[in-house]
C-alpha cells in the first residue's frame, strides 16, 4: 500500500496527513489493553503531567508511557507493521529508520487530571542532520477537541520562525504578534479507533486538555530518513532499528 499522487502532494505541503481506519479495531484493542496495564501500574519509565508543568507535587499523572518497544510485543509489531513501511518509504524518499530516542511513546490525555501541550515543533530537542522525520500518530479510540485531538497548523513545516516567536522552552507563543494570525489557520480531523496521522517534524501542533470522563490513549513513533542521521552523543544518538 501506498499514498495516491494527492495525499502524498497534502502530507508535503501541509505536513500532515490523516489515513482513516488504517488499523483493524482488534489490533487497537490489543495494543490497548497492554497500554492500560502499564498506565494503571504507572511503570517507568514514564513522563508526568507534573514534570511536563513543572509542579513541584506528590501526585503523579501519567502523560506518557516512554520506551514502548522495550515494554511489549504487541507495541513492537505496531511500530514495525509491515503495512505502513512502504508509505513511510514513500514520503521520505528514502529507507525509514525506528528512532527510539524520541517519542516511542504512548500518550494519554487522562479525564480532569490532564493539561493542555502547548503550540510546539517536535524537532525543538531532537539532533539530526536535517529534518527528514515523520511521526506516526495511532488513534487507539475516538478523539475529538474535547478530549484533546491534536490540531495542526498548515504549511507551518515550510515557515522559518525567530527565536522571539517561542518561549524558553521552544513552546509557540500564543500570544505573541506573529503568531496569532497563524495560529488562526489551525486545521482538525476527529479522529475513530485506528485512524493514523503522519505528521512532519517541523509541523506546528497541540492539544488542549481532556474534559471528558474517559481517558484518551495513543500511540505515536517517529521514523527518519536513512540518510539523516543523528549528531554525535546527544539525546537522538540512541537505539534504532531498520524498517526495510
Given at each position: 500500500m501506498t499514498l495516491d499522487e494527492n495525499q502524498l502532494k497534502e502530507f508535503h505541503e501541509n505536513g500532515?496527513?490523516?489515513?482513516?481506519?488504517?488499523?483493524?479495531?482488534?489490533?487497537?484493542?490489543?495494543?490497548?489493553?497492554?497500554?492500560?496495564?502499564?498506565?494503571?501500574?504507572?511503570?517507568?519509565?514514564?513522563?508526568?503531567?507534573?514534570?511536563y508543568m513543572n509542579l513541584d507535587e506528590n501526585n503523579i499523572t501519567v502523560r506518557r508511557l516512554r520506551q514502548v518497544y522495550d515494554r511489549e510485543e504487541v507495541f513492537r509489531s505496531w511500530m514495525?507493521?509491515?503495512?505502513?513501511?512502504?508509505?513511510?518509504?514513500?514520503?521520505?524518499?528514502?529507507?525509514?529508520v525506528l528512532t527510539l530516542a524520541h517519542h516511542n511513546s504512548i500518550m494519554t490525555k487522562l479525564p480532569k487530571e490532564s493539561t493542555r501541550t502547548y503550540w510546539h515543533q517536535d524537532r525543538r530537542y531532537w539532533n539530526f542532520e536535517n529534518n527528514d522525520l515523520v511521526s506516526v500518530w495511532l488513534a487507539l479510540g475516538d478523539e475529538n477537541l474535547k478530549n484533546g485531538l491534536l490540531e495542526f497548523i498548515p504549511a507551518s513545516h515550510k515557515i522559518t520562525f525567530e527565536k522571539e516567536q517561542f518561549d524558553e522552552k521552544s513552546n509557540f507563543l500564543d500570544k505573541h504578534p506573529k503568531n496569532i494570525e497563524l495560529i488562526k489557520t489551525r486545521n482538525h480531523t476527529n479522529l475513530e479507533k485506528g485512524d493514523v496521522v503522519l505528521f512532519h517534524c517541523k509541523t506546528l501542533h497541540h492539544a488542549n486538555k481532556n474534559t471528558t470522563d474517559t481517558p484518551k490513549i495513543s500511540f505515536v513513533y517517529t521514523v527518519r530518513a536513512a540518510s539523516n542521521k543523528p549528531t554525535n552523543n546527544t539525546r537522538s544518538d540512541f537505539k534504532e532499528v531498520i524498517l526495510d
Open positions: 500532515f496527513l490523516v489515513l482513516k481506519k488504517f488499523v483493524n479495531e482488534v489490533f487497537c484493542d490489543a495494543i490497548l489493553e497492554k497500554a492500560k496495564e502499564h498506565l494503571l501500574k504507572k511503570q517507568a519509565p514514564i513522563e508526568s503531567e507534573q514534570e514495525t507493521n509491515e503495512k505502513i513501511r512502504p508509505i513511510l518509504k514513500q514520503i521520505l524518499n528514502d529507507t525509514p
